[in-house]
């Protein structure tokens, strides 16, 4: 996924109308992202990988490349970091739920087996 993803930024970053114009600094942006958001920390660090290469190949200087680089790197882990914590929030609610329905099981329980041995007429 990051190889077909940088493969496709290189092609918007080369592309001659889009070159050094606002809509391949978008493009790329949005292919970094999108690939952050889908293939997780592995697929970022592919695409970061070959997209550095092709940025510090066609900058004209050293400053952009970097700068360039920076940008990228900064989108990949903020995407990343928000999957990561969507994904832990959602596990968190999860067994928030889990042990709700564990305390109101636990709970019916003792209370009918309390009532069973007083005496008590059952009506469950």
Known sequence: MGAAAAVLA????????????????????????????????????????????????????????????????AIAGFCVLVIVAGRTIAAALHERNRLRRRIVVAWRRTWTNSSLRRGAPQYL
């Open 10 to 73: 290189s092609a918007v970053r080369l592309y001659p109308h889009t070159a050094g114009g606002a809509l391949s600094v978008w493009a790329e942006s949005l292919i970094v992202a999108v690939t952050s958001l889908i293939a997780g920390w592995l697929g970022s660090a592919v695409l970061l990988l070959f997209l550095t290469v092709v940025t510090f190949a066609t900058s004209e200087t050293l400053a952009v490349a970097f700068l360039s680089a920076g940008r990228n790197l």
